[in-house]
T-cell receptor, first 113, second 115 residues
Framework: KQEVTQIPAALSVPEGENLVLNCSFT??????LQWFRQDPGKGLTSLLLIQSSQREQTSGRLNASLDKSSGRSTLYIAASQPGDSATYLCAALGSGSARQLTFGSGTQLTVLP | DGGITQSPKYLFRKEGQNVTLSCEQNLNHDAMYWYRQDPGQGLRLIYYSQIVNDFQKGDIAEGYSVSREKKESFPLTVTSAQKNPTAFYLC??????????????FGEGSWLTVV
């Protein structure tokens, strides 16, 4: 059974810092890995999706990498802003016929002005 | 606009009642999912469906039921057998072979509180 872990559970940084959020998964047989942002009381917004054949994806100040062999993905946020404060979740989509999506428990990010 | 619509946003349930949460998508997606989120925790899978008239139990299906009679709709019923139903419920859908490569899209969620 796939297990996804996110470290740290919470992170507080001053505005302007570059930061890295970590996501690890136990089963490397994934179809893709997706990073989401969740604001309090809201649904999830997709940030980046990395296919299993890809190494990284970039969108603006965000860069996500994937290393299937080591079971790791990282989300890099450059020049953090207070508006980046949210919970960030990663999710691995299994490559089996069931196509189950397994989530990590998230990293709660606070960017201080 | 294309997307996923969940309703109601807030719902209160009395002890012993069944309640149904609606999830509708106009993205023409085959796969749909229901997740439960408790405060400060990640998402746990309740049920998922990969095609009309078919669905599978997730990790915490006890006390819940679903149906998938139409591609666009995947309602979740929280039955009286679910002893601790107060939570935030999220519906999601996923396309197959789309340009974005199986991206998951979420609704805005439904808050269920037992009173």
């Amino acid at each position: 059974k796939q297990e996804v872990t996110q470290i740290p559970a919470a992170l507080s940084v001053p505005e302007g810092e570059n930061l890295v959020l970590n996501c690890s998964f136990t089963d490397s047989a994934i179809y893709n890995l997706q990073w989401f942002r969740q604001d309090p009381g809201k649904g999830l917004t997709s940030l980046l999706l990395i296919q299993s054949s890809q190494r990284e994806q970039t969108s603006g100040r965000l860069n996500a990498s994937l290393d299937k062999s080591s079971g790791r993905s990282t989300l890099y946020i450059a020049a953090s802003q207070p508006g980046d404060s949210a919970t960030y979740l990663c999710a691995a989509l299994g490559s089996g016929s069931a196509r189950q999506l397994t989530f990590g428990s998230g990293t709660q990010l606070t960017v201080l002005p | 606009d294309g997307g996923i619509t969940q309703s109601p946003k807030y719902l209160f349930r009395k002890e012993g009642q069944n309640v149904t949460l609606s999830c509708e998508q106009n993205l023409n997606h085959d796969a749909m999912y229901w997740y439960r989120q408790d405060p400060g925790q990640g998402l746990r899978l309740i049920y998922y469906s990969q095609i009309v008239n078919d669905f599978q139990k997730g990790d915490i299906a006890e006390g819940y039921s679903v149906s998938r009679e139409k591609k666009e709709s995947f309602p979740l019923t929280v039955t009286s057998a679910q002893k601790n139903p107060t939570a935030f419920y999220l519906c999601a859908s996923r396309g197959q072979g789309d340009r974005s490569g199986n991206t998951i899209y979420f609704g805005e969620g439904s808050w269920l509180t037992v009173v």
